[in-house]
Each structure stands twice: as structure tokens, then as C-alpha cells.
């Protein structure tokens, strides 16, 4: 395929389903002043042989965070667009269908978030944490409560689902929880627990892309996990393959 991959998200790529090469590339398309922008990413299909190049759509910025995912044999795109307002900067989620061109807005209030690893993303697109207003029926309140919550989405899905949730009432701890997102990567989620007041030390807990999935905030508390740090939080995660 005559193109080159310029994308600034290394953690992407190129990825291939059925005969078809998914990627992002430079955008070659002249503005109305007859310049190419330079800040385009265009993402495209083509076939295994550079055959049949298609323009899927178009976003601004090379460092757009993206994956292709292939699910019951549609591909969808996953992309993300990050904006600044009120001095807050704010990250917009979307799941595009390649196949139809329709698209799912999962979010436009993500505080952070974590992409599906490429080899799994078909399994849990994205994971992300959300602020919660402390007065939402206020407009220009922007206060926001000490817990948060995750979400999490799968590609297809119309809408994505909460699944932890950090106030009292969910967690049946004596203090809110404030979640991170440390990692998504082989089958497991590796979730990060900040406790707002008393005497619990933070930690982190790795959970099943579909135990966290099918959890919500009444069933959290039944949650199946596995304890990995119970003095802080991971900042970084290393994997090792053992055959025995």
C-alpha cells in the first residue's frame, strides 16, 4: 500500500481483517486555499495487494488516539478528540461503524482513559473514568463530588455502561473512592483505588475484562478481583508470557 503510516499514536498500527489493511495516513486533501493541511490524519482501507484505497474519514491532530476492532465481522474505529473548556481539558470517545458509516458518541466528559491493547480491543474497546457533578441541575455549578465512576464500552454496543461506581452507597466503605484507570491488557483491567479520607491505604486490582464488564453499581460489591498492590498505585505495567 503506497501510504505512509503517520500516525503519533505508537501503542496503534496497522491492522488487518479479512482482506482488508485498516491504518491512519497523512491527509493529501487540499483545503479550500488549496493547501494540504498538515494536521490531518485520514484514516483508510485497502486491500492486501494496495488495491481498492478507501477514505474512511478524517480528524484533526496526528496524535489522535485510535484502534480498529473487528466484531461479528463489522469493523468499527475507535477514536478519540481532546478539547480544552473552562481550562479543563475534556476527551470525547466515538465508535465509528466502517461498514455504515454510522457513529456512537461514548462520551464527551472523559477525564481519562485506556484503549483496549490492539490484540484484544475487539474484546473491551475502551475503558475511561468520569467526573460526577456534585449539582447537576445547576448549569455554571462545575463542583463535582470526591468519588468518581468507570465506564466501560464495547465496539457495537450503542451506548457504553457504568460498571464501578465510587460513592458509599456502592462500595459500602466508609469513604468515597476516586478510580484510575492503570492498564487494559492481557484479559484483565488493572483498576486503582484513591480513598478520600480515613486510614485505608490506596490500591490497585486487577479484574476480568468480563467480570468488570458485567458489574454495576449494585453488584460492584460482589466484584471478583484480584489484589496486585495494596500500598499505592501502579504507574507503569510489565507482562511476561510463561509456557509452564
Same mark, same amino acid.
Given at each position: 500500500?503506497?501510504?505512509? $503510516?503517520?500516525?503519533?499514536?505508537?501503542?496503534?498500527?496497522?491492522?488487518?481483517?479479512?482482506?482488508?489493511?485498516?491504518?491512519?495516513?497523512?491527509?493529501?486533501?487540499?483545503?479550500?486555499?488549496?493547501?494540504?493541511?498538515?494536521?490531518?490524519?485520514?484514516?483508510?482501507?485497502?486491500?492486501?495487494?494496495?488495491? =481498492?484505497?478507501?477514505?474512511?474519514? =478524517?480528524?484533526?491532530?496526528?496524535?489522535?488516539?485510535?484502534?480498529?476492532?473487528?466484531?461479528?465481522?463489522?469493523?468499527?474505529?475507535?477514536?478519540?478528540? $481532546? =478539547?480544552?473548556?473552562?481550562?479543563?481539558? $475534556?476527551?470525547?470517545?466515538?465508535?465509528?461503524?466502517?461498514?455504515?458509516?454510522?457513529?456512537?458518541?461514548?462520551?464527551?466528559?472523559?477525564?481519562?482513559?485506556?484503549?483496549?491493547?490492539?490484540?484484544?480491543? =475487539?474484546?473491551?474497546?475502551?475503558?475511561?473514568?468520569?467526573?460526577?457533578?456534585?449539582?447537576?441541575?445547576?448549569?455554571?455549578? @462545575?463542583?463535582?463530588?470526591?468519588?468518581?465512576?468507570?465506564?466501560?464500552?464495547?465496539?457495537?454496543?450503542?451506548?457504553?455502561?457504568?460498571?464501578?461506581?465510587?460513592?458509599?452507597?456502592?462500595?459500602?466503605?466508609?469513604?468515597?473512592?476516586?478510580?484510575?484507570?492503570?492498564?487494559?491488557?492481557?484479559?484483565?483491567?488493572?483498576?486503582?483505588?484513591?480513598?478520600?479520607?480515613?486510614?485505608?491505604?490506596?490500591?490497585?486490582?486487577? $479484574?476480568?475484562?468480563?467480570?468488570?464488564?458485567?458489574?454495576?453499581?449494585?453488584?460492584?460489591?460482589?466484584? @471478583?478481583?484480584?489484589?496486585?498492590?495494596?500500598?499505592?498505585?501502579?504507574?507503569?505495567?510489565?507482562?511476561?508470557?510463561?509456557?509452564?
Amino acid at each position: 500500500v503506497p501510504k505512509i $503510516v503517520s500516525s503519533e499514536d505508537y501503542n496503534a498500527g496497522i491492522y488487518l481483517f479479512g482482506e482488508y489493511l485498516y491504518y491512519g495516513t497523512t491527509n493529501v486533501e487540499k483545503d479550500s486555499n488549496g493547501n494540504v493541511p498538515k494536521d490531518i490524519l485520514t484514516f483508510q482501507k485497502a486491500k492486501i495487494d494496495g488495491s =481498492s484505497v478507501e477514505n474512511i474519514l =478524517s480528524v484533526k491532530g496526528l496524535n489522535t488516539t485510535f484502534r480498529f476492532a473487528e466484531v461479528n465481522g463489522t469493523v468499527y474505529l475507535i477514536y478519540t478528540k $481532546v =478539547s480544552t473548556e473552562n481550562d479543563t481539558t $475534556v476527551t470525547s470517545i466515538y465508535c465509528y461503524n466502517v461498514s455504515n458509516g454510522s457513529e456512537v458518541l461514548v462520551t464527551d466528559n472523559a477525564t481519562a482513559y485506556v484503549l483496549g491493547d490492539n490484540d484484544e480491543v =475487539s474484546s473491551l474497546a475502551v475503558v475511561y473514568t468520569e467526573s460526577v457533578k456534585k449539582y447537576p441541575n445547576i448549569s455554571d455549578n @462545575t463542583e463535582t463530588e470526591s468519588y468518581n465512576i468507570v465506564k466501560a464500552f464495547k465496539a457495537g454496543d450503542s451506548a457504553s455502561k457504568t460498571v464501578l461506581k465510587g460513592d458509599r452507597a456502592s462500595t459500602g466503605l466508609s469513604t468515597d473512592v476516586s478510580y484510575t484507570i492503570a492498564d487494559v491488557r492481557n484479559g484483565y483491567v488493572f483498576v486503582a483505588s484513591s480513598y478520600v479520607s480515613g486510614t485505608l491505604a490506596d490500591t490497585t486490582v486487577a $479484574v476480568t475484562y468480563a467480570d468488570l464488564y458485567a458489574s454495576t453499581p449494585e453488584t460492584q460489591k460482589n466484584l @471478583t478481583s484480584v489484589e496486585v498492590l495494596n500500598a499505592g498505585h501502579i504507574s507503569d505495567c510489565y507482562f511476561v508470557s510463561l509456557d509452564n
